[in-house]
T-cell receptor
Framework: DGGITQSPKYLFRKEGQNVTLSCEQN?????MYWYRQDPGQGLRLIYY???????QKGDIAEGYSVSREKKESFPLTVTSAQKNPTAFYLC????????????FGPGTRLLVL | GQQLNQSPQSMFIQEGEDVSMNCTSS?????WLWYKQDPGEGPVLLIA?????ELTSNGRLTAQFGITRKDSFLNISASIPSDVGIYFC?????????????FGKGTKLSVIP
């Protein structure tokens, strides 16, 4: 059953702590994306990766880091430099072709203690 | 980043009524996508449109790619309670190296039984 999985569903962060959100896809997609969703603000792009071992900053990359060591995995680290990390985080993937269609995972909600 | 103008922001309708929502942009897109998001879940792709003027249906849902390539609408016929959720439009421009989607802020649909 092909799809995108994100874990955990809920994550709690303490002050000064780095946390890592997992995103895995078995769709054989080349491109992967991380979005942040806040109430009333829609989806904002954090980072994206077009291919393994390559990634680019999106609109709100400050305080976040990513890696793309494997095609199927694109973990997002929320660092202590991100002062307002409470949000719903969505991972997506696409084939990377010119049509641009993206498919989303179920999301991770990050809360600050 | 750029945002699409999606309207209405929210709507309350009676079960059985038809629904219409739309997105407009100042830029031309090559792909229009419509997603539905349930509370606490990731967006699910409903309809993808790849050609100007294209009209595509998915069950009770119908979407059209505007002829100017700057707008799209989504209609839902004979609404039912499970149609409740937030509907997002997204546009993609297939320029060189362009992987990003531009999103609307969503239309929140409530269905009164």
């Amino acid at each position: 059953d092909g799809g995108i999985t994100q874990s955990p569903k809920y994550l709690f962060r303490k002050e000064g702590q780095n946390v890592t959100l997992s995103c895995e896809q078995n769709l054989n997609h080349d491109a992967m994306y991380w979005y942040r969703q806040d109430p009333g603000q829609g989806l904002r792009l954090i980072y994206y990766s077009q291919i393994v071992n390559d990634f680019q900053k999106g609109d709100i990359a400050e305080g976040y880091s990513v890696s793309r060591e494997k095609k199927e995995s694109f973990p997002l680290t929320v660092t202590s430099a991100q002062k307002n990390p409470t949000a719903f985080y969505l991972c997506a993937s696409s084939t990377g072709d010119s049509l641009g269609t993206q498919y989303f995972g179920p999301g991770t909600r990050l809360l600050v203690l | 980043g750029q945002q699409l103008n999606q309207s209405p922001q929210s709507m309350f309708i009676q079960e059985g009524e038809d629904v219409s929502m739309n997105c407009t942009s100042s830029s031309i897109f090559n792909t229009w996508l419509w997603y539905k998001q349930d509370p606490g879940e990731g967006p699910v792709l409903l309809i993808a449109l790849y050609k100007a003027g294209e009209l595509t249906s998915n069950g009770r849902l119908t979407a059209q790619f505007g002829i100017t390539r700057k707008d799209s609408f989504l209609n839902i016929s004979a609404s039912i309670p499970s149609d409740v959720g937030i509907y997002f439009c997204a546009g993609h421009h297939s320029g060189a190296g362009s992987y990003q989607l531009t999103f609307g802020k969503g239309t929140k649909l409530s269905v009164i039984p």
